[in-house]
């Protein structure tokens, strides 16, 4: 199957270990397994007798009991048994696409997005549909032109909330208007909510809200925890459920028996954990908040709930060659706005823990954007 370049992945990582100031990466700050173990107050000398004494088979076929359960409690009308783990929010994204969809069906993706969203689709030859979403409206999807581009053949709606890479969120309300459109065709939805939970109230997720709607996540970005590779979908629909299931014993069987305790333990201990993220993410938002309004030519449109946010510029160059001569002139590392197939605007995050590295990047690239004719 042929399948367009991933391009963000093509574009950081081969400069994520070389870069000076990785502002184009979208994680909070990973956490240790030592602060972990202190935070959840586990008793480390049993968590190592653990590792050392477990075998080393296949992990639970649908998912550790312990972390089903710890995964369901992040949500309002989630149970366990909706619960499936895959190999990170990719993963479960990827067994989505790949499962649900079938010739003659339609997709529509709204975009900015994460790639996968649209070009597993297109790979698969399903018919996509953008919507693409509005600066101007500060990312937020017009009910309007979803419902003009919905019909009976779209089996999925999907898209980020919070977005990526605006950080835009839709409340329960602006949710409430896409699962009208969706009723109304018979569509899923298919919600990655990856960095759901920065906000200091309750995120609705789409499964609180609608029967087929498939929310993804995973332990890489607000739990700061990408090396465990974990991810998850959760569906009330069990049509959908029993497809997933399906699609992941062809895909990866299982997790590994490790990476889900740990995940396990995070998840239990949620509340604290999005308590770190929250006290890393939001300082560091303040100062570049207060950056970008010292930037002349500078711009961000709407709210951000994530990690990241997209600016815009008024430079007559192309973002490509913007962030490469950046990069190579300040060691400052940006994720262009191409990889998202927006254009002339770049994509900063602010998720790393030293506020002070996070200040001299920032600094350096503005000098640079000062110079920049």
Request: net charge negative.
């Amino acid at each position: 199957m042929a399948i367009q370049d991933f391009k963000v992945e093509k574009w950081l990582n081969p400069r994520d270990a070389q870069c000076r100031y990785n502002l184009g990466a979208s994680c909070v700050k990973a956490i240790s397994l030592d602060e972990l173990a202190e935070l959840g107050g586990e008793n480390k000398d049993e968590l190592t007798k653990y590792f050392f004494e477990t075998h080393l088979h296949y992990g639970a076929f649908f998912g550790l009991p312990r972390l089903l359960n710890a995964i369901a409690s992040t949500y309002k009308r989630a149970k366990p048994e909706m619960v499936l783990t895959f190999h990170g929010g990719t993963g479960a994204n990827s067994s989505v696409l790949t499962g649900m969809l079938e010739k003659g069906d339609s997709v529509v993706a709204v975009m900015p997005n994460y790639q996968q969203h649209y070009s597993i689709p297109e790979a698969l030859g399903i018919e996509v549909r953008p919507l693409h979403l509005e600066k101007e409206d500060g990312y937020k999807i017009d009910p309007k032109k979803l419902e003009r581009i919905t019909d009976s053949s779209t089996k999925l709606i999907t898209l980020t909330n919070p977005n990526n890479p605006t950080g835009a969120y839709m409340n329960a309300d602006e949710l409430g208007e896409i699962i009208s459109i969706a009723e109304k065709n018979g569509s899923y939805i298919l919600c990655d909510e990856i960095y759901r939970g920065l906000a200091d109230e309750y995120m609705p997720s789409i499964v609180d809200l609608y029967d087929k709607g498939i929310s993804t996540s995973s332990m890489s970005k607000i739990y700061s925890m990408a090396g465990t590779r974990v991810g998850w979908a959760v569906t009330s629909d069990k049509k959908a459920y029993d497809i997933l299931e399906n699609r992941r014993s062809y895909d990866s069987i299982c997790n590994g028996v490790f990476d889900e305790l740990i995940s396990a333990i995070a998840l239990e201990n949620s509340d604290s954990m999005l308590a770190r993220a929250r006290a890393i993410v939001e300082p560091n938002k303040k100062i570049v908040d207060e950056w970008i309004k010292r930037q002349p030519r500078l711009s961000v449109y709407g709210e951000s709930f994530t990690t990241t946010m997209l600016v815009h510029y008024d430079y007559d160059i192309d973002e490509v060659e913007l962030c490469t001569d950046i990069y190579e002139k300040t060691g400052v590392l940006l994720c262009h706005g191409d990889c998202f197939e927006e254009k002339k605007c770049f994509r900063l995050g602010f998720g790393f823990g030293d506020s002070e590295l996070l200040q001299k990047g920032l600094e350096a690239l503005g000098g640079y954007l000062a110079n920049l004719k």
